[in-house]
């Protein structure tokens, strides 16, 4: 297992469509538990391959309090939705930015777990909006794009501006 580099908004990868795993291997397996270690680390609660430059539909999950209930999908689709809610997301891609963003409040999803088996699972709440967010950078959306052009710019240079400020090297005295 390894911790993944996370690409960071506006990394052009991020716009990738990620396309079907066709493969349920060894290294599928190992995708996946990077992406849990990865996730853990970063204190994220949902992380897409697409995230680790990884351009496969894999997507994991734990939304628990006690982060005890990893939940991976494999070429997930979402069959049913059902409600709105709004929620102030966030992502480990566009970091320390939060927006509220409009999403269906349950979601009934079939995906394949990492050994190809398939299952069906509903989801709502939390896990509802974290499955939607994980799935749209599946498809190279990024939640920064629900946000009006002008907003988006802001957060873009924001973020610019942290990068600069992490990169400086210190003066000599």
Do not use: W
């Not at 999908?73 to 997301?89: K, L, M, S």
């Not at 939640?143 to 002008?150: E, K, Q």
Request: net charge negative; with cysteine.
């Amino acid at each position: 297992m390894a911790i993944r580099e996370i690409l960071e908004f506006p990394d052009p990868r991020l716009r990738t469509q990620a396309r079907a795993v066709e493969e349920f291997d060894g290294q599928l397996a190992n995708l996946v538990e990077d992406l849990f270690e990865t996730m853990y680390q970063e204190q994220g609660i949902g992380l897409a391959a697409t995230q680790v430059n990884e351009h496969v539909r894999v997507l994991v999950m734990d939304t628990s309090d006690e982060r005890n209930r990893p939940m991976a999908f494999v070429n997930p689709e979402i069959i049913e939705r059902d409600g709105t809610q709004v929620y102030e997301e966030g992502c480990l891609s566009v970091p320390g930015i939060y927006a509220k963003v409009e999403r269906a409040e349950q979601v009934r999803v079939r995906a394949r777990h990492p050994d190809g088996t398939a299952f069906e699972t509903e989801l709502d709440g939390l896990s509802a909006v974290c499955l939607q967010h994980e799935m749209d950078h599946l498809a190279g959306k990024l939640f920064v794009d629900y946000l009006s052009p002008l907003k988006r710019q802001m957060v873009r240079k924001r973020l610019e501006k942290a990068r600069r400020q992490d990169n400086r090297v210190p003066s000599a005295t």
